[in-house]
Each structure stands twice: as structure tokens, then as C-alpha cells.
């Protein structure tokens, strides 16, 4: 077969040259050109080493297509300007021969392309919530606000829609409502992919890197797991990766370093997931580069069957007092509340060597949730935010099927910004609460239903949701239950599809169904009913309700409960229907805004 290896086939300026039946050479010229590579999603990965005048530059993986292609994603050439570039593409399909190689549908549909067309061509794009241009996207990590702009960078694959090569990627926004993206800022290399970390402003010049300079700390994820930095002199566009990484290394898997200038301690706090060991390490460093273990938190304490990710501290003061109190948030997968990915928290006091966690009226360390959905995962907050602020955002998904939901051109959108808060809950224990950041409230354009006073009995009352936009909408909602035993809210489409929140003032909680929301057979852990406890002060009950194309977040009694859950309905919900059940209920306000942004997600 050696002849039909020998005979090249040309798309455009590129050259086929099949080496052996799963080892092919793509030849092509560095240009000012992208090259556009042909993806099936359900095709292994091909290791691709991309050879520059011969010398090996970088690794990445795709699943080049091998009968048909589902789309499409874009390899930049303009680094290679003028030289021989050779994409070595090791398959993983284990060919018999050069011949079956030479029909994967891969080769024939690569082409040379001058721009990367990223217009929205999926129903289920959130038109109002962070996505990433194309690709898949996981934790959004490494935030940080600086002259008026929200940098928000995120786990992303360039090169596929499922989990593979870890780069941060890099959006910004002025107002958390309209994103802006950016180049890549941070690429794999030598030492591994990049992981999930932080990033923050250092003013003092601490590290020697310049006064001002933004220094990303994040996991280099290589045959091990260690820590490095990158310096940007750009306000974040672009970063350097420090020459001497990695900064910390351990003897078991740990990731995800979240660090903050400590004005109590006057240096760097830094707390890393003690990943399988079910705990997070806290460490200290005056310059970012050498790093002293102080102590480890959370061994026996709250949900312990999951792996602890992606940490994050901070001090907060607490509603309606002088007092302060720290937060720990320890992002933990699988042992959710509700299965798979959940976001635990520790309220406590931190004297900059140890978090000492609160208990409760029983002596004990509760187990505490910031999300009762099942699709908030990885949430870290901004370094640096105006204002006081703890301003937040998470990956609105969950591990247990984030790569088999139905779109393909993109993979996974971020929660909406909120604002992290604390209270004191009826129980005398300490509570985060999360309501949308006020920004948002830039998004309402219609007022479409406004109700005051109405009572609703069993058989409840139909609103109808907007029309514009795929229904997208907020509906803001109080209900006083009076002496019903439940209320229910229940959304429903054309397709006879539907979401039921039930709330019960007697157990004082709050329950989403979403068994017959759409498309829910993608993954036996997609259809769910997730629960919340409302934490209210009376029976009854406000809501904040977001409705994107294919997310739910609810934000009860001013944030003290959240709840985020993906849909997928065939149709956009088009009603909603209040009922009640064991006596009548009154609405006592009923809002529902159509939202419009000028938002590239169309
Ligand atoms: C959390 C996580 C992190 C890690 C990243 C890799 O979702 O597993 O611990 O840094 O994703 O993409």
C-alpha cells in the first residue's frame, strides 16, 4: 500500500500525507489564514502534534471527522507566518489500512479560511447568560475587575465542543450584561493544559513583576498537577507564563489556587483543593513564587464523597449587624445535593493561618449549599470588584452529562452574575444568600403581566409569558399561601411540556421538577426534582424567576434560597399557571418582563 500512501491529495494549499493507516501528515504554509477542521463528536480524539520547520511546537487533540462532519472549529496559522507547518495527526481508530484511512470524511472537508464564522446556529444559545463563542467551556476561573471592566476568563476547548485541552479563554464586559470576547489568554504547554486559578491585581509590585501587573495563579495540568503563574502587563489580554513554573508542587493531586492579598497578614493567602484528600489547603507567600503551607481545612466536614475543586475565601459582613464573617467555598463533584456537582460552603472566621468553621445550635459543622439546583457548579467570585462587592458567577452545569446536552457548536453557559451576601438565619447559624447582580435589571424591556391582589385556588390562574425572543423573561412573583398547603407554579409549552416548582409553607420548602421539561433522555441524571428550604421569615413567599432559552434560576426570599436547573423544551415555555392546593392563595405581586439585549447570542 505504500503507493497509495505516497500520493497526496490537495484541499485548497493543503497536503494529505498518509504515513501509515493512523498516522497522516497535513502539510500546509503558516498564512494569515485559519484552517478550518472538521469535528464528529462521537470519534475519539486524534492527538495532534503541530510541527513547525519540523520542530514539535505544541500537542493538541480533535475529533477530526471520520463519516460526517458536525462541525466545524478553527486552527490559527498566523503564528506560523511564512514556514512549513505539519499537522501529525495520530488517530485513535485503529485503521487496518492507508486505504480506510484515506476515506475519513476529515481530509477532504479541511480548508484554508480567512475568518471563523461564529454566528449562533443553536435554539438552545442562552440569548442573556455568557457563552463562549464556539466550544466547550467549563468553570469560569481566574475573574478579576480592573478600570471599569469585568474580566471573566473560563476553562475552554478551542478545538471541540467536549472537554479537552484546557486554555483560558477570555470574554470581558463593562455592565455584566454584554460580553465581549477575547483571544485566548492563557495557551497549554510543556508543563500541562491549564487548569482552573485566579488572578489578581499586585499593586505593591510583590512579585517583582511590575506595579500593577495582573498575575494568574492556575493548576498546569501535566503528568502532575502543579501550580504556576502568568504575568499580564495588558490588563489581561495577554499573559506571560513565568519561566520558572511550576511555584508549588505537592505529592498528591491538588488544583484550582485561589489567592487574594491578605491587608491583615500583608501577604498572599492562597487556598488550593486538596483534591482527593477532601480538603483544602491553606498557604501564605509574600511574592506569589514561594509558598508556605499554614494549614488544611474541611478533613470529616460536610459532603466528603465528592472531590473538593475550585476554593474560594472571602470576608463578608453580615446583614443587619457589625459583624463580619468568612466565606469558604469548597466547589465539590460528585456528592451534590441533588447528585453530581454542587457548590458547598463554610461560613467561619479566618486569622489568615486557619478558617475555623461556624457551628450550629448543636455544636455541629452544617452542611451548607449556596445552590439547590443541579446546575451550579465551580462559582468563584471577581478579585478586586468596586464597591465592597462579592460578585460571583458559575458554570451553569453539572459533571453528570455537561458533555451529552443538546447543542453541539457550543457546549455550556455561565450562571448569571450575582452578588454573594450573608445572614443570620432564623436557627442563629450563618447563611450566604445570592441575588442577580444589579446590573441586570438592564434587561427587562417589557413590562408584559402586572398583577396585584389576585387570589388563586386548584384551579390557578394562566399568565402568559412573552413571545419576543423565545420567551425569555423575569418573572418576579410574591405569593401568600395563606392557608393552602401548596402552591404550584407550573410552566408549560405548546409541546405539552412543563416545569412544576411546588412551594410548601408547612416544611417551608421549595421544589423544581423537570422530569417533563423537553429533551430530558440525553442522561439518566437530567431528569430530577431538586429541593430547596426556603429560609423565610414568614409563609409567604417572593420569587425572582430567570428564564433563558434553556436555564431556569430562581432566587427566593431575596436570595436566601437559589435555585439553578437547565431545560431543554422542544418549544419555549409560552404560560404560566399558579394554582394552589388545600385552600385558596393570593398573589399579592405578579411582574413578568420580556428581556431584549443587544447580545450576538440571536
Ligand atoms: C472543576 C475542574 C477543576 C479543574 C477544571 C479542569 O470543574 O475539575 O478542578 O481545574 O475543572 O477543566
Redesign the pocket.
Known amino acids: 500500500m505504500a503507493a497509495a500512501a505516497a500520493m497526496p491529495c490537495f484541499a485548497d494549499d493543503i497536503r494529505i500525507e498518509h504515513l501509515s493507516p493512523n498516522h497522516t501528515f497535513v502539510r500546509v504554509k503558516g498564512d494569515d489564514k485559519l484552517m478550518i477542521l472538521p469535528i464528529q463528536e462521537s470519534i475519539e480524539d486524534a492527538k495532534i502534534n503541530v510541527l513547525v520547520n519540523g520542530k514539535l511546537e505544541r500537542t493538541f487533540f480533535a475529533r477530526l471527522a471520520k463519516s460526517k462532519t458536525d462541525y466545524t472549529v478553527p486552527f490559527d496559522l498566523s503564528p506560523y507566518k511564512g514556514k512549513d507547518v505539519i499537522l501529525d495527526v495520530v488517530s485513535t481508530q485503529g485503521r487496518a489500512s492507508v486505504r480506510e484511512a484515506q476515506d475519513d470524511a476529515c481530509w477532504s472537508e479541511m480548508t484554508l479560511s480567512d475568518n471563523f464564522d461564529t454566528t449562533n446556529r443553536e435554539k438552545y444559545r442562552p440569548l442573556y447568560h455568557h457563552t463562549p463563542s464556539y466550544g466547550w467551556m467549563?468553570?469560569p476561573?481566574g475573574m478579576f475587575y480592573k478600570d471599569g471592566v469585568w474580566h471573566l476568563y473560563y476553562?475552554w476547548n478551542p478545538y471541540g465542543s467536549k472537554?479537552q485541552n484546557?486554555t483560558w479563554g477570555h470574554s470581558s464586559s463593562k455592565d455584566l450584561v454584554n460580553w465581549e470576547h477575547h483571544p485566548a489568554a492563557i495557551l497549554p504547554n510543556g508543563i500541562g493544559?491549564v487548569?482552573?486559578?485566579s488572578s489578581a491585581i499586585d499593586r505593591e509590585n510583590s512579585t517583582g513583576f511590575g506595579e500593577n501587573s495582573v498575575v494568574a495563579m492556575?493548576?498546569s495540568?501535566g503528568d502532575s498537577?502543579t501550580q504556576s503563574l502568568a504575568v499580564s502587563h495588558d490588563n489581561g489580554e495577554t499573559f506571560e507564563i513565568y519561566p520558572a513554573n511550576p511555584v508549588l508542587t505537592l505529592d498528591s493531586e491538588a488544583?484550582?489556587p485561589n489567592m487574594f492579598w491578605n491587608p491583615q497578614t500583608k501577604e498572599w493567602t492562597m487556598v488550593l483543593?486538596h483534591?482527593l484528600d477532601h480538603e483544602m489547603l491553606i498557604f501564605s507567600s509574600p511574592d506569589m513564587k514561594s509558598w508556605t503551607l499554614q494549614s488544611a481545612f474541611g478533613k470529616g466536614l460536610g459532603a466528603q464523597k465528592g472531590?473538593w475543586?475550585?476554593p474560594d475565601l472571602f470576608q463578608l459582613p453580615v446583614e443587619g449587624s457589625d459583624e463580619k464573617k468568612w466565606v469558604l467555598i469548597c466547589?465539590i463533584?460528585p456528592d451534590g445535593p441533588f447528585g453530581g456537582?454542587g457548590i458547598q460552603y463554610f461560613t467561619g472566621d479566618f486569622d489568615g493561618k486557619f478558617f475555623t468553621p461556624d457551628t450550629d445550635s448543636n455544636g455541629k459543622v452544617a452542611t451548607k449549599w449556596l445552590d439547590f439546583g443541579k446546575d451550579n457548579?465551580?462559582l468563584v467570585s471577581w478579585s478586586d470588584a468596586p464597591e465592597g462587592r462579592r460578585t460571583a458567577i458559575g458554570?451553569m452545569s453539572n459533571?453528570q452529562y455537561a458533555a451529552d446536552v443538546p447543542t453541539m457548536q457550543y457546549r455550556s453557559a455561565n450562571t448569571l452574575p450575582l452578588e454573594v451576601t450573608l445572614f443570620k438565619g432564623t436557627d442563629g447559624d450563618y447563611y450566604a444568600s445570592t441575588v442577580p447582580s444589579p446590573e441586570l435589571t438592564k434587561l427587562r424591556d417589557k413590562l408584559i403581566v402586572n398583577t396585584r391582589k389576585t387570589g388563586v385556588g386548584t384551579k390557578g390562574k394562566n399568565f402568559s409569558l412573552p413571545t419576543a425572543n423565545d420567551g425569555v423573561c423575569e418573572i418576579e412573583l410574591t405569593i401568600d399561601p395563606k392557608k393552602a398547603k401548596s402552591v404550584n407554579l407550573t410552566l408549560s409549552n405548546a409541546d405539552g411540556e412543563e416545569v412544576v416548582m411546588t412551594y410548601n409553607p408547612a416544611e417551608a420548602t421549595f421544589s423544581f421538577n423537570r422530569k417533563k421539561s423537553g429533551i430530558v433522555d440525553f442522561s439518566k441524571d437530567f431528569p430530577a426534582t431538586t429541593v430547596a428550604p426556603t429560609f423565610g421569615t414568614s409563609r409567604k413567599l417572593t420569587l425572582r424567576i430567570f428564564i433563558d432559552r434553556s436555564s431556569i434560576e430562581i432566587f427566593g426570599n431575596d436570595g436566601r434560597f437559589a435555585m439553578t436547573n437547565l431545560v431543554f423544551p422542544n418549544s419555549p415555555y409560552s404560560h404560566l399557571s399558579v394554582s394552589s392546593a388545600g385552600g385558596n392563595a393570593e398573589i399579592s405581586n405578579l411582574k413578568i418582563y420580556s428581556i431584549a439585549t443587544d447580545s450576538s447570542n440571536k
Open positions: 467549563n468553570d476561573n476553562q472537554w484546557m493544559t487548569f482552573s486559578g492556575y493548576t495540568a498537577q488544583r484550582d483543593a483534591a472531590v475543586e475550585c466547589n463533584n456537582s457548579y465551580a458554570w459533571w
